[in-house]
């Protein structure tokens, strides 16, 4: 009886000492497999007297029992051990935002956007888009759009200059997508109403100046058009495109070579805490320039100035980007920073539209 309570502790001190259900296994095993110490015991029995049986068999099955129960709570407990341990390996944070969908992370460049949005507001007015290439001729770049010879505009300082041909000619990078208007005039009957957006080039470089960027031109040429017209066309983009209903506008005498007469236009603004809105307040804030096209520049592009006149403007793209989405600095632009990206950019799919809003 003394070994069979030495046998008895010693296997439940080897229950309680299992780190894990394999451990709990090989002392079951040990104890009450067909070779355990236990069913060895209960072996015996067979050879023993009536009352020998008698008794140790009870002793015997005792044990058995409380050992069999050591294991089941053992077992139990070293389950439940392990289920926690998944849960805290394989647990997912609710609380933390859910994941972009691969789709969703790239963004819309706000140059892109902006493009997009103009695009869309001049189509809506009946606009073509017209492009052309970025490295121009000296001739459409200035001349035909009457900059006289030795204007400072063709000087070094200002224009990217190609090395010149065999014949004395130099290519350049073009100034403004004014050479666009040009080609437009040179290849279609009046009357004509486009839009000309594009990367223009020259030498600048500071927190509101690239030496690279984009404009936006627009061209009418009709037998009525007028100052009027011109007008009201920008007056409903402003709206459109600062998504306002109603916006004052200021258009002040200027000059251009290839406008006459030729206006700055201001748009009415509120400055406050560093933040511009535009329809309210009493600032003023330049944001374009545009007139009647120039006479000269109507006869160099085969259109006869006596039966046609038509009117023109032009704005920075990249300009109203930094005015409408509070971008402070030029250069940000083009800087390539995706966590700039992806604050200021767009997602794919949130596609402009007068309906639906331009930049919701």
């Not at 069999?68 to 933390?96: C, M, N, P, W």
Request: hydrophobic share 40%; proline share 5%.
């Amino acid at each position: 009886m003394t070994d069979l309570a030495t046998l008895e502790k010693s296997i439940l001190d080897d229950i309680a000492a299992a780190g894990d259900e394999a451990a709990l296994e090989a002392v079951r095993v040990a104890a009450l497999g067909k070779k355990g110490s236990i069913s060895a015991l209960l072996a015996t029995l067979g050879k023993m007297s009536p009352d020998e049986r008698k008794t140790q068999g009870a002793a015997i099955n005792l044990a058995k029992d409380k050992v069999t129960e050591a294991l089941t709570a053992r077992r139990d407990i070293l389950k439940s051990a392990a289920l926690d341990a998944r849960l805290a390996s394989e647990t997912i944070d609710v609380t933390l935002p859910l994941r972009e969908a691969p789709a969703d992370q790239g963004r819309i460049h706000p140059l892109s956007q902006v493009f997009e949005e103009v695009n869309t507001i001049f189509a809506d007015m009946g606009f073509a888009i017209a492009e052309g290439p970025d490295i121009e001729t000296d001739d459409y770049n200035f001349t035909k759009l009457n900059f006289p010879e030795g204007h400072p505009a063709r000087e070094m300082h200002d224009t990217f200059f190609f090395n010149p041909g065999e014949d004395g000619s130099r290519m350049l990078l073009r100034t403004h997508t004014s050479p666009v208007q040009v080609r437009t005039m040179l290849s279609q009957e009046p009357p004509i109403r486009v839009v000309c957006p594009g990367r223009t080039y020259r030498i600048d470089s500071d927190a509101t100046h690239t030496p690279q960027f984009h404009q936006v031109e627009g061209l009418v040429i009709d037998k009525g058009s007028h100052l009027g017209h011109l007008k009201w066309i920008l007056h409903e983009f402003c709206k459109a495109f600062f998504e306002v209903d109603h916006i004052n506008m200021r258009f002040r005498p200027s000059f251009f070579p290839f406008t006459e007469p030729s206006l700055e236009v201001d748009i009415q603004c509120r400055r406050d805490k560093g933040e511009v809105r535009f329809g309210e307040g009493e600032d003023w804030l330049e944001i374009l320039g545009c007139g009647m096209v120039h006479s000269n520049v109507l006869r160099a592009c085969g259109i006869d100035p006596d039966v046609y006149q038509g009117f023109a403007w032009g704005m920075g793209i990249d300009r109203i980007a930094m005015l409408k989405y509070g971008i402070a600095d030029l250069r940000q632009l083009f800087e390539s920073d995706v966590r700039w990206l992806s604050h200021y950019g767009f997602k794919p799919l949130d596609i402009p539209t007068l309906a639906g809003g331009l930049s919701t």
